[in-house]
C-alpha cells in the first residue's frame, strides 16, 4: 500500500530552481534514505512533506489518518529554556494525552474523596471512563519506556532529573530524537540522526531503526547508517530526483551501471552520426545526383534518429589536498600519565601514548569520556589535572574545531581566509575558495549566514593554507556531504604529514584510521593495528558480556601462583557452571516476563476496580489504591530488568 507520493513537486527562491519536476511513492513499511550533495535540496524536500514549506508545484498525497513525524538536523528545543522541566518531564510530555489524563485522573481522586450525595456517581463514571482510556493508550507503561530510550540514546540515569535548559545543544538534539521515537508516527522523518551520537548509541538507533515497523525517511551522509538501515535511496542530483530499489552500496553500484550504459550509448550514436555525416559530406563533394540522394537519404537517417540525451555532469565536489611546509622529526607527540577533567570531575588519568609521523591516530569512546577533552589539552585549550606532553622537533600543528567557533561570523569567506592569509594574492584566494564550492559571489557571503556544510568546508579551507605538519581533528566529517567527506579521505589519506583525530563516522574512521586509542573506563586502550583490531575488541567486549566468554577453545590458565593449565576436569566444570548460569540467566527472563504479563493484568482488574465499583467506597478505594501505587512501582522495576535482556 502505498503510505507517501510525491508528484511533480517543484521548490524555488525567486527565479532559482531548488529541485523540479520530483515524483516518487513510498510503500508503508519503506525505509528510504535520501542523499545528495549539501545544498541539494534534501532538506527543502523532507519540509515539503511535512508541510513546513510550500511547494512552488506539485503535490503531495500521505494516506489517510496517517501521522508524519519529523526530527530536523539541527533540533534544540526553542522553548526549552523558559519551559522549567527536566529531562523525564520532557520526555513525558511526548505524550500529551496521556499527561492530560493523568492529571484528570488525579484531580478526580481528590473530588471524590470529598463528594457527597449525586455528584458521586458522575465522578466515579468519568473517573472509569477516563482510566480505561488511560490504561487503553498506553499509561501504564510510557514512563519506563520513556527512561529506556534516554539510557539507549546515551543518557544516564543522574541526568534525567536535569533541567533542559542545562543540556548542550547537541544533547538536546538527542532528547528530540528520543520524544519522536517515543511517539512513533506512520511516517518517521529524520534529518541527519546521527549527529551527536557515539558508536553505541548509533548501533542502537540501528537496529531499533531497522526493526521499525511502520516508515522511515532519511536524510543522513553516514554510509554504514544508510546500509543497515534503509531498503531504498532517493538521490537529488542536478534538481532532480531518482528512486533506487537498493540501499546506499547498492544505489552506488546501480548508479555507476546506468551511467556507464547512458555514457556508452551516447557515445555509440555520436560515432553513427559522425560517421553518416563524414558519408554525406563526401556524397555532396561528389555532386552527382545520385550521390546527393544518398546524402538527403542519409540526413533523414539522422533526423529519424531517437537522439540520445548526453548525460549530465555530476555536480561538482570540493578538491584539496594538504601540504606541510616543513617536515617534522619522526617523533612528533610524547603523552606521559596524562589526566584532564574538570574539578572533581576527572574524564581521565594516568594516559600515555606516543605518536610517531605520518601516523593517523583516532582517539575513540563513547560520548562524554573527554575525547574532545583530549585534543582541547594537546592544544593548550584546557588545563591537564595531571601529567605532561611534549611535542617533536619541527611539528607545526592546524586543527579542526567541530563547531567550527574558529570562525568570525561578521566577516566575509574571502576576509575570513585573507586576514588569516594577508600575504597571498586574491587570485590565489579565489582559486582555493572555488575549490571548496566558494565561486563568483559566494566568496563574498557573511560566514554567519552559511550552512553547517558551508562553514565545514571553510574552515577545511583555513586549514590546508596554513602548512601544518600535524593534523588534528575533531568530528571532520560533520556537516559534510558525502562527496566532502570522500574528498577529505582522499586528502588525509595522500597527507605527508601525522593526523590525530576524533570521529563517530565509522567508515570515515576505516579508511583513514592506522591506529586507535579508546578512552575507556578512564583509561586508555591502544590499538595499534587501526580500526579493525579496536572493531574486534568491542565485539569481544559484547560476547564476553553476553556470552560470559564461552569461546572455551583457547588455553585457560588458572590465576594461581603456580600458573598451571586448567586441566579437562576443570574445564569441564567451568563450563557447566556457565551453562548452568545460562539457564538460570534464561528462567529469570522467563519469571520477570511471566509475573510483568501478571502484574499488568492486575493493575487493569484494580484499576478498573478502584474507578469503578470502589469509586464511592472510601475504604475498598484506599486498598485498591495502595496495591495499584505496589504494582505500578514494582512493574518499573522490572520493566528496567527487561531491558538488561536484550544483552543476553
Known sequence: MIILSVSGLSFHVGAKEIIGGVSFSVEDGDKLGIVGVNGSGKSTLLNM????????????????????????????????????????????????????????LSKLETLLENAKGEDVPTLAAELSRVNARYVENGGLHYKSRCRSILLRLGFTPDSFEKPISDFSGGERARIGLARLLLW???????????????????????????????????????????????????????????????PYSGFVKQKAAERAAAEKKYDLQQKEIARLEAYIENQRRLNRERNIIAAESREKAIARMDKVEKPKEAPRAIRFSFKSDVESGNDVLSVRKLSAGYGSNVLFSDVSFEVKKRERLFIAGANGVGKSTLLKVLLGKAAPLGGFFEFGANVKTGYYDQENQALDLSKTVIDELWD???????????????????????????????????????????????????????????????????????????????????????????????????????????????????????????????????RGKEDIRRDTPEGDAVTGKELFLRRKKESAEARQAEKRRRDVMRETKELEEELERVSNELYGEAASDYVRAAELDKRKNEIEERLLTLYEEQESFRDL
Request: glycine content about 4%; some cysteine; aromatic content about 8%.
Open 184 to 246: 512513533e508516527p506512520d511516517i518517521l522523518i529524520l534529518d541527519e540522526p546521527t549527529n551527536h551520537l557515539d558508536t553505541d548509541a548509533m548501533e542502537w538507533l540501528e537496529e531499533h531503526l531497522a526493526s521499525y515497523k511502520k516508515t522511515l525517511i532519511v536524510v543522513s551522509h553516514d554510509r554504514y547508517f544508510l546500509d543497515r538501515v534503509t531498503n531504498k535511496t532517493l538521490e537529488i542530483e542536478n534538481g532532480r530526483a531518482k528512486l533506487y530499489n537498493a
Open 49 to 104: 512533506i511535512c508541510k513546513k514549506t510550500e511547494p512552488t508545484e506539485g503535490n503531495i498525497y500521505t494516506a489517510k489518518e496517517r501521522t508524519v513525524g519529523m526530527m530536523e538536523q539541527n533540533e534544540a528545543f526553542s522553548d526549552a529554556d523558559s519551559d522549567g522541566g527536566t529531562l523525564l518531564e520532557r520526555m513525558y510530555a511526548a505524550y500529551p494525552e496521556l499527561c492530560r489524563d493523568e492529571a484528570r
Open 420 to 550: 588569516a592569509h594577508p600575504n597571498v594574492n586574491e587570485t590565489a584566494l579565489r582559486n582555493i575558495l572555488a575549490s571548496f564550492m566558494f565561486r563568483g559571489e559566494d566568496a563574498f557571503k557573511q560566514v554567519y549566514v552559511l550552512s553547517g556544510g558551508e562553514r565545514a568546508r571553510l574552515t577545511l579551507a583555513k586549514l590546508i593554507m596554513s602548512g601544518m605538519n600535524l593534523l588534528i581533528l575533531d568530528e571532520p566529517t560533520n556537516h559534510l556531504d558525502i562527496q566532502s567527506r570522500e574528498a577529505l579521505e582522499n586528502a588525509l589519506e595522500n597527507f605527508d604529514g601525522t593526523v590525530i583525530a576524533v570521529s563517530h563516522d565509522r567508515y570515515f574512521m576505516k579508511k583513514i584510521a592506522t591506529r586507535v586509542i579508546e578512552i575507556y573506563e578512564k583509561s586508555a586502550v591502544d590499538y595499534r593495528w587501526g580500526y579493525d583490531e579496536y572493531l574486534e575488541a568491542r565485539e569481544k567486549r559484547k560476547r564476553e558480556k553476553s556470552e560470559r566468554d564461552e
